[in-house]
């Protein structure tokens, strides 16, 4: 029995649909090397993320100097692209690190630079000639005027608003043609604020989401108050898990990509450099899987559909929908609404053949005899969990709960350094 739906595999090579229309390409972030691992291994043709400063990720892991050296240079020994995010809107003192820090990604190899502010992008024009930009989401491009003005000015790719309806960015990809690529997002978190540019955070905290620091208090739990009955609160919109007024659901774009596809967006792009590994090895290679499924036609893709959004359901998220895609979104979602289908067992640390044992770092207990699924590139594999030993003393056991433990265990299918071991969720357990 799979946990996360039907099997999933690789439907194979590309098709007539792909001759007809270039696939876009799938854009996965990354907040630290681990994630980026596994968005490579997993599928994504590029990967994003932040330097220690100047992204609206401050909280991220991010890249240290020499860690952007190393995850570019992974990136394209691969034949992959790195884009680093640059999209703080920065104040008059913050330019000349701003600029120093465009230098270094430069100089790091970077294949782009995602940019939000305009002053921003015309002084990297003028000091950092040589590195691509593209244009952020935070910039808020709805109309194919502010798309040329940004082609004009040298970007080679805007990251359109998360507001377009679908119809809308159709209507601009066909006019915009190849003049310059157009990029949206498909899955994860979505902002209350107009393409995420919100002041909410920065009134209420003194942490500003324009400059990365967001607190996220439209996650918040609010309640309102009415003047003559102080201490009576009446909640604004309730479910299960409390009151919230402004906590906008994830954005899941999975059944629409025929469409995307059509209209000719350049790129894909998944949020989450907040996430985990895992998320982005299962989103990721969901979105892998869809496009594999797509170029083979959009009946095979339709098919494969059921099997796709129950893997998406295998990572931590909100209730989703299609976002301004078709229409107003639905109602909020809670802060603490998460939920996913599977949890996180283990990372494979080893190759090993069937048979042969493997070394594997715990995430998450289990138990011998629980239902597990191996997460490998294009597929995944079900498994009764063995008995395992402590790789440092080599202690067998039946279960195991401490994070970061190594543990040795026996596979009855070849693995590869990477794979990951997933197992149904505590709310869950038989």
């Excluded at 299962?282 to 009946?299: K, M, N, P």
């Excluded at 059921?306 to 295998?314: R, V």
Aim: proline letters at 5%; charged letters at 20%.
């Amino acid at each position: 029995m799979h946990l996360c739906g039907r099997p999933m595999t690789n439907p194979g090579g590309l098709s007539k649909f792909n001759n007809a229309r270039k696939l876009p390409a799938r854009l996965a972030p990354a907040g630290g090397m681990e994630q980026l691992r596994a968005a490579l291994r997993f599928g994504a043709d590029a990967v994003y993320g932040g330097m220690k400063h100047y992204g609206l990720r401050a909280f991220a892991g991010n890249f240290a100097p020499e860690e952007l050296v190393e995850a570019v240079a992974l990136c394209h020994r691969q034949g992959k692209k790195f884009y680093v995010t640059m999209n703080i809107f920065p104040f008059d003192d913050q330019l000349p690190g701003f600029v120093e820090a465009a230098r270094q990604a430069e100089a790091a190899g970077v294949d782009a630079a995602i940019v939000s502010d305009l002053g921003a992008i015309c002084l990297l024009r003028q000091q950092a000639p040589g590195l691509a930009l593209h244009v952020s989401t935070q910039a808020s491009t709805v109309n194919a005027p502010s798309v040329r003005h940004y082609a004009a000015l040298g970007c080679s790719r805007v990251i359109l608003a998360r507001e377009m309806s679908l119809s809308r960015l159709e209507k601009l990809c066909a006019e915009m043609g190849k003049e310059i690529e157009l990029e949206t997002f498909v899955h994860g978190a979505s902002c209350v604020a107009w393409s995420g540019r919100c002041l909410l955070s920065a009134a209420l905290t003194g942490r500003s989401g324009n400059q990365g620091a967001c607190a996220q208090p439209c996650r918040w739990e609010y309640a309102v108050m009415e003047k003559k009955r102080p201490g009576e609160y009446l909640p604004l919109y309730e479910d299960e898990h409390g009151a919230y007024l402004f906590s906008a659901r994830d954005l899941n774009l999975m059944p629409l990509l025929p469409r995307l596809v059509a209209a000719g967006v350049a790129s894909l792009k998944i949020e989450g450099r907040m996430k985990t590994e895992y998320y982005v090895a299962t989103v990721v290679s969901a979105y892998r899987r869809a496009l594999d499924a797509l170029a083979q036609g959009e009946a095979t893709f339709h098919a494969a559909l059921p099997g796709l959004m129950a893997e998406l359901d295998c990572a931590s998220h909100r209730d989703s929908d299609t976002g301004f895609l078709l229409g107003a979104p639905e109602q909020p979602a809670g802060a603490e609404g998460f939920h996913q289908s599977a949890e996180y067992i283990a990372r494979v640390m080893n190759d090993a053949q069937a048979g042969d044992i493997a070394t594997v770092q715990l995430k998450n207990r289990f138990y011998a005899g629980d239902r597990l699924e191996v997460l490998q590139p294009g597929t995944t594999r079900a498994m009764t969990a063995p008995r395992f030993r402590r790789a440092d003393t080599g202690e067998e056991l039946e279960t195991y709960g401490v994070a970061g433990t190594l543990l040795e265990m026996r596979f009855p299918f070849p693995v590869g350094a990477g794979d990951l071991i997933r197992g149904v969720t505590r709310n869950h357990r038989q």
